[in-house]
């Protein structure tokens, strides 16, 4: 304040104090978590429940009192030390806040109303906020909403792009399809394409006219024409879930397309389409033009859409010199490894006696490294051409083959170990850490083999492939970007996962017990 500093009263020092302590935020998280796995517990809303599902919904109800109540606890300490200016300034402790009333609102509903209300169920989906709140206590999810909300400008200019497309395609297959998509089907209704409908259309049908059934003048339901269909009983109707017969059907149906699922089906409804409106299908995948149509809304509007959004992200990304999608502390940590991967280790000298300074010489030998390089490429070829089922004879070739690989390898780690010394062995290099592993894993399988606990161990050979990266520059520096990433990654993957779990929750509110 300009006339100085305000002393706060005791009761609000003392929210102040609570609300700083670490132990207050990791008792908030732990509420957050558990609230959030008693609601993956809960049945659907719209399911029919036993007496004793009903008895458990009731318990978490009641458990979910529990927790509302600790968030309004958590949100009035809080509005005590902060104050309403303090506290309002961060957009998270306003999510909060909007978490809390929306709870309220849930609880009152539901004290009123009871359990089985639908004003209890539609109230319910909002408590899928709650997990939301975890994106603030994690630093990482934190900064990859940051990012996504810096991108957002760029984000959309990419989609004024796609929509662009989207219009430019729906428009041409309204030109092209409106109408053309139809078929005669029973007055009982379509199926999913015409072709499934007329297929299935046996004999119901009757001329209106004369009063005959199909069987008496025996024809072919789905070579009838509009006129006739109508003429004979029929209905003139076009597939229940796609058409391009207005322009947000189509909208409908290139989404369909794009998502690259249930698309073929589309493309061979439009490509049966016939030559003039009120035409029968013509069944016989014609229209080249229809497939040219539907693959080319696919490279553009589902592949080069996804590349466009994807360039955007890797963009930003770059001009933040990757530091975009990390925190600090995990800055801290791929700046770290980053030295550390520059430094080159301290050269191991060669020792004085004669036998160590020979498997010293043998160990750094580029022959070396080239023999041993192509025992791992033979032995891989070998773990490859295992079958089921397989000749006896044939395996115990196999067998003695890896047998003979194993104790290469197991001589040429004995050889580093003299040579170099066990303490520059495992510590100078990480190849020779992992060259190490696989022996004794391959030894250790050989030794147990039958038991069911050590079946991988013969595949983990296949790892050994891993050595043929220290001789590759490329491959090291590709291994390097990839060690570096996993920070970003792993930021990534948690927002994803909350993602999942909030639209599975609505999901299983919105469809749960309901048949699909």
Known sequence: ???????????????????????????????????????????????????????????????????????????????????????????????????????????????????????????????????????????????????????????????????????????????MYMGMLYGCAEQSGVGDSPTDSLSNATGDLVNNATGESPGDFNFDISSLNEADCLARGGAWENPNYFSFDDIFSSFKTLFIISTTEGWVTVMEAVMDTPSAMGEPPSLNNSQLGAAIYCCGFI??????????????LVSFFGESSGNALLTESQRKW??????????????????????????????????????????????????????????????????????????????????????????????????????????????????AEGLSAFSGGRALRVFRLLLLLKNTESLRTLLRTLVLSLPPAMNITLLLMLVLFVFGIIGMHLFGGLPL
């Open 334 to 447: 791929v700046q770290l490894n980053m030295l550390a991967m520059q430094l080159a280790p301290d050269p191991v000298t060669a020792p004085e006696q004669p036998a160590r300074r020979a498997c010293y010489n043998i160990s750094t030998s580029h022959t070396t490294e080239l023999f041993i390089g192509g025992a791992i490429v033979v032995n891989t070829l070998l773990l490859m051409l295992e079958h089921f089922p397989m000749d006896e004879g044939f395996a115990d070739i196999l067998n003695i083959l890896n047998t003979i690989f194993l104790l290469i390898f197991t001589v040429e780690c004995v050889i580093k170990m003299v040579g170099l010394g066990l303490k520059s062995y495992f510590t100078v290099s990480v190849w020779n850490r992992l060259d190490f592993s696989i022996v004794a894993i391959s030894w250790v399988s050989m030794a």
């Open 1 to 175: 304040q300009s006339g100085g500093s305000v002393e706060l009263p005791t009761w609000r020092m003392r929210c102040w104090v609570i609300a700083e302590k670490r132990w207050f935020e990791r008792f908030v998280l732990a509420v957050i978590m558990a609230s959030t796995i008693v609601m993956s517990l809960e049945y659907p809303s719209q399911q029919e429940l036993t007496a004793e599902q009903e008895e458990w919904q009731n318990t978490l109800e009641t458990i979910n009192l529990c927790f509302f109540t600790g968030f309004c606890l958590e949100a009035l300490i809080k509005l005590a030390a902060y104050g309403f200016g303090g506290y309002f300034k961060d957009n998270w402790n306003r999510l909060d806040f909007a978490v809390v009333l929306l709870g309220a609102v849930d609880v009152a509903v539901f004290l009123v109303t009871g359990a089985k209300s639908s004003a209890t169920n539609v109230l319910r989906l909002f408590r899928v906020l709650r997990p939301l709140r975890l994106i603030k206590r994690n630093e990482g999810m934190v900064v990859i909403v940051n990012a996504l909300i810096n991108c957002i400008p760029m984000v959309l200019s990419v989609v004024g792009l796609v929509a662009l497309l989207y219009v430019m395609f729906a428009i041409i297959g309204m030109h």
């Open 299 to 312: 490279v553009f509007g589902s592949f080069f859409s996804a590349n466009l959004f994807v360039g955007i």
